[in-house]
């Protein structure tokens, strides 16, 4: 049913509407993990409830910003790529967004012992990353190739994943975004615990100073994944469509998959210098 409240066409037109629905769709895939049950991959169920909902929405933008490519009218040269594409970023940012923003209250305000159980992947995948940090081994030995490298491995499994399944993108997309959103609880009950106060009052300091702090090598970290899955899911249409012969839609694709190249290289600069 969720899947049917907005069309792709609509979303294009209207890419606020995502944000609103990325929420309903959160909040129900939370709803179904917790009543299935609270198991070690319950964090995973939840990502796979929302997938199952939004995937036949975002991939058929993709698929319709690939069809557009090859329209005579939109396709003329002075056109850029982003002007060309940017309401499908603009679905697929406000998603992103906005799951972050339902995950992050459902585990501000709901208990936190449920929440840890409905929430256990993504609260271990924060625990492995805060036990590196703390040994020394997230940042220390790793320096900017180091990050690059490894950036670069993630980067080409997003683009695998997304080329061989069509809503790859989408489950990219749906796990970066429920674990910025629990971290952000974290964050929140944290700050609750430490001043006294309400949780929703620390959730509204928790979500922006959270979404501050991790800008400077997060968008372009995230950024880089989602112009990947993207642009695989873009070529993976392509080539259904037999439209791998057009050359504005292999201009398009390359430039997509190119920056997402750029941004690993300039998030993993500046996650290099904050660490030194």
Known sequence: MLESLLEAEKAERAPWKMLFLAMAIGAVAIALAGMIGTGNESGHLVVAFACIAAAPLMVRVIQIEEKEDTEPWLSKSEIGMLMRHGDMFAVYGLYFIGFIIV????????????????????????????????????????????????????LALVLLFSFVFGAGAVYIVTWNASVVGVLIGTLARQHAAQSGGSLIVSYLIALPYSLISLFPHGLFEVGSYLLGGLGAGMLSAALIRKDYKNKVVIKDIATILLLAVVFVVIGAFIEAMAAG
């Open 103 to 154: 995950t992050s209250l459902f585990f501000t305000v709901f208990p936190l012992e449920t929440m840890e159980g409905v929430f256990s992947s993504q609260v271990g995948e924060l625990g492995a990353i805060e036990s590196l940090r703390q040994t020394g081994q997230v940042t220390s030995p790793c320096g900017f190739m180091c990050l690059v490298e490894n950036n670069l491995g993630v």
